[in-house]
């Protein structure tokens, strides 16, 4: 009964250092997104994915880089970290329709030195 | 323009009375579905309570309830009988008719209850 999965649950990083998050998901579902929360400012989507192969950018994608090669996989990519990317990270996946609510993973805390 | 704007960053309401969390939406869709979110301090983000906009009664789920008024672009959640467990942030977001079925968050307001 796992849901949507993210790894690792936090990370601190050195400014110019890269990373990736993982965010798995078993429920089959098309699309995947992910998005990062800041004090303040809810949740804003930095890249989604609608089906396998597919990736577009959303609201705030500068920095970051998202591959979905496998359909249960949504990679978030960080080349050369900044502290203006401290924050919470959000991974969700959704069925392909209109009325189900996305289901979210509990979240990447992320800190840059 | 923010399209979804949650008016109250925090609130405070008494252990078994019930509250009502603003929000109001910004879309020229007729289409677009309407989602409410808790995240109480672990973290983790619940759905609670979705409408649509063509549904016409208020959507309800147990002690939640959505007060919809499409006229004014707004879908209120009301809380009733809170409880200490009641205690989180919680977020709106809308959806529109689109190819990638993303959700446009407000920014939130905390609720705290008080015993």
């Known amino acids: 009964n796992a849901g949507v999965t993210q790894t690792p649950k936090f990370r601190v990083l050195k400014t110019g250092q890269s990373m990736t998050l993982l965010c798995a998901q078993d429920?089959?579902?098309?699309?995947m997104y992910w998005y990062r929360q800041d004090p303040g400012m809810g949740l804003r989507l930095i890249h989604y994915?609608?089906?396998?192969?597919?990736?577009a950018k959303g609201e705030v994608p500068d920095g970051y880089n998202v591959s979905r090669l496998k359909k249960q996989n949504f990679l978030l990519g960080l080349e050369s970290a900044a502290p203006s990317q401290t924050s919470v990270y959000f991974c969700?996946?959704?069925?392909?329709?209109?009325?189900?609510?996305?289901?979210f993973g509990d979240g990447t805390r992320l800190s840059i030195l | 323009a923010q399209k979804i704007t949650q008016t109250q960053p925090g609130m405070f309401v008494q252990e078994k009375e019930a509250v009502t969390l603003d929000c109001t939406y910004d879309?020229?869709?007729?289409?677009?579905?309407l989602f409410w979110y808790k995240q109480p301090s672990s973290g983790e983000m619940i759905f609670l309570i979705y409408?649509?906009?063509?549904?016409?009664q208020n959507a309800t789920e147990g002690r939640y309830s959505l007060n919809f008024q499409k006229a004014r672009k707004s879908a209120n959640l009301v809380i009733s009988a809170s409880q200490l467990g009641d205690s989180a942030m919680y977020f709106c977001?809308?959806?529109?008719?689109?190819?990638?079925?993303?959700?446009?968050f407000g920014s939130g307001t905390r609720l705290l209850v008080r015993p």
């Open positions: 879309t020229s869709d007729q289409s677009y579905g």
């Open positions: 429920m089959n579902h098309e699309y």
């Open positions: 994915s609608v089906g396998e192969g597919t990736t």
């Open positions: 977001a809308m959806r529109e008719v689109d190819s990638s079925y993303k959700l446009i």
């Open positions: 409408q649509g906009s063509y549904d016409e």
């Open positions: 969700a996946s959704s069925q392909q329709i209109f009325n189900q609510p996305q289901h």
